[in-house]
């Protein structure tokens, strides 16, 4: 079983930054795909971005325009989301996912994710 926490979610103004972090409590995490999704008030659930085990291979929603960047630290068993240049339509909760180990999948559907954090709140004010 993979456990997922994600912080650094808050309240930040249009323009501003904010750096997401999701530790993963598993022996496994170095071998797992991980993700980040997002979802606003009354909306479904999308893609923001996902990260091979390496950290070699990064992919990105494409209305985010170069604003977000993910990364990863095999080490600290943690993958980071940072968030620059933040609009108000960025709001949401952010989640972070994890795919089973070993597994070669589809980064950009949520349905390949096999294990999910709590979210964390982002609002970004006007």
């Known amino acids: 079983q993979v456990q997922l926490v994600e912080s650094g979610g808050g309240l930040v103004q249009a323009g501003g930054s904010l750096r997401l972090s999701c530790a993963a409590s598993t022996r496994t995490f170095s071998r797992q795909t991980m993700g980040w999704f997002r979802r606003a008030p009354g909306k479904e659930r999308e893609f923001v971005a996902g990260?091979?085990?390496?950290?070699?291979?990064?992919y990105y929603a494409d209305s985010l325009q170069g604003r977000f960047a993910i990364s990863r630290d095999n080490a600290k068993n943690t993958v980071y989301l940072q968030l620059n240049s933040l609009k108000p339509e960025d709001t949401a909760v952010y989640y972070c996912s994890a795919a089973l180990p070993g597994t070669a999948i589809n980064i950009r559907a949520p349905g390949q994710y096999k294990y999910w954090g709590q979210g964390t709140q982002v609002t970004v004010s006007s």
């Open positions: 990260i091979n085990w390496t950290g070699t291979g990064t």
